[in-house]
T-cell receptor, first 115, second 109 residues
Framework: DAGVIQSPRHEVTEMGQEVTLRCKLISGHNSLFWYRQTMMRGLELLIYFNNNVPIDDSGMPEDRFSAKMPNASFSTLKIQPSEPRDSAVYFC?????????????FGSGTQLSVL | DQQVKQNSPSLSVQEGRISILNCDYTNSMFDYFLWYKKYPAEGPTFLISISSIKDKNEDGRFTVFLNKSAKHLSLHIVPSQPGDSAVYFCAASFNDMRFGAGTRLTVKP
């Protein structure tokens, strides 16, 4: 099993550009989480899906952020337009939600720099 | 709204000694607690967990303690090894999973 796969590993873009981050879940997992890591707030939950349905997007900072799960194994996080304060490491994580206690498996993250 | 707090950004201990990492939470609905370990340029990886019905869980050198009345949990590493040097995140779960800001542990040889 390849684990959770994120792409790209690094993204450098200019303010105002659209950024798309991608995530492939572990096969068989049915929950998907997007987190953002910053020095000040640590790992901040942005949104999570269960069975392709967004359950809680209250952590999404602004309307500039959107996330989708077009199918059971893939998700995108889009920022349009991007701003320098969006610079952070973005992680996605997946789990098998078959009860209450679940472990998340994280990808290696996307380091985003908005200039 | 930080529901999970790790108030120590860093901790340094000598090899062979005990490392104690602390975590506080505010939401009494949390019923499952976890510790994750993160190396540079990698995603966090699961280390150990504890259900709210327990107050202690041990796995080798790692022990997690839960004090529900104080809404506090801690991770003990005994003995600490240089390979334990990493950022440790505390997490708490009910429907979703919330993380603290992390504590950077440095174990000196």
């Amino acid at each position: 099993d390849a684990g959770v796969i994120q792409s790209p590993r690094h993204e450098v873009t200019e303010m105002g550009q659209e950024v798309t981050l991608r995530c492939k879940l572990i096969s068989g997992h049915n929950s998907l989480f997007w987190y953002r890591q910053t020095m000040m707030r640590g790992l901040e939950l942005l949104i999570y899906f269960n069975n392709n349905v967004p359950i809680d997007d209250s952590g999404m900072p602004e309307d500039r952020f959107s996330a989708k799960m077009p199918n059971a194994s893939f998700s995108t996080l889009k920022i349009q337009p991007s701003e320098p304060r969006d610079s952070a490491v973005y992680f996605c994580a997946s789990s098998l939600k078959d009860g209450r206690n679940e472990k998340l498996f994280f990808g290696s993250g996307t380091q985003l720099s908005v200039l | 709204d930080q529901q999970v707090k790790q108030n120590s950004p860093s901790l340094s201990v000598q090899e062979g000694r005990i490392s104690i990492l602390n975590c506080d939470y505010t939401n009494s609905m949390f019923d499952y607690f976890l510790w994750y370990k993160k190396y540079p340029a990698e995603g966090p990886t699961f280390l150990i967990s504890i259900s709210s019905i327990k107050d202690k869980n041990e796995d080798g050198r790692f022990t997690v303690f839960l004090n529900k009345s104080a809404k506090h949990l801690s991770l003990h590493i005994v003995p600490s090894q240089p390979g334990d040097s990493a950022v440790y995140f505390c997490a708490a779960s009910f429907n979703d999973m919330r993380f603290g800001a992390g504590t950077r542990l440095t174990v000196k040889p």
